[in-house]
């Protein structure tokens, strides 16, 4: 059994930024590539970064570039999503996926072949 909890959402102005943390087990960590996806109301649920399980292969969402950055630390099994410049379309909930590549050094935000954790509110105010 695969466990992914995110935390770090809340309500922050336009232009501030948040820190978005996911914490994966069972180890090892390093095994699991990682994404971050989000959905507003009405929308479709969207992949907004990924990162490959050494880290050496990232993807971003063309709406992110330049403002979001995904990074991993593999001792503290936890992924972040550090997030700048928000903007009020930034408003969604965020939610982590894990997926077992041991043997890979890609990452992917197809949403199959992944655990996901429960998500948490990004709400950026005008």
């Known amino acids: 059994q695969v466990q992914v909890v995110e935390s770090g959402g809340g309500l922050v102005q336009a232009g501030g930024s948040l820190r978005l943390t996911c914490t994966v087990s069972?180890?090892?960590?390093?095994?699991?590539?990682m994404a971050w996806f989000r959905q507003a109301p009405g929308k479709e649920r969207e992949g907004v970064s990924c990162?490959?399980?050494?880290?050496?292969?990232?993807y971003y969402a063309d709406s992110v570039k330049g403002r979001f950055t995904i990074s991993r630390d593999d001792a503290k099994n936890t992924v972040y999503l550090q997030m700048n410049s928000l903007k009020p379309e930034d408003t969604a909930m965020y939610y982590c996926?894990?997926?077992?590549?041991?043997?890979?050094?890609?990452?992917?935000?197809?949403?199959?072949?992944?655990?996901w954790g429960q998500g948490t509110q990004v709400t950026v105010s005008s």
């Open positions: 990162i490959s399980p050494s880290g050496g292969t990232t």
């Open positions: 996926a894990a997926e077992y590549r041991p043997f890979s050094s890609v990452c992917t935000v197809v949403g199959t072949n992944k655990y």
């Open positions: 069972p180890l090892p960590f390093h095994s699991y590539a």
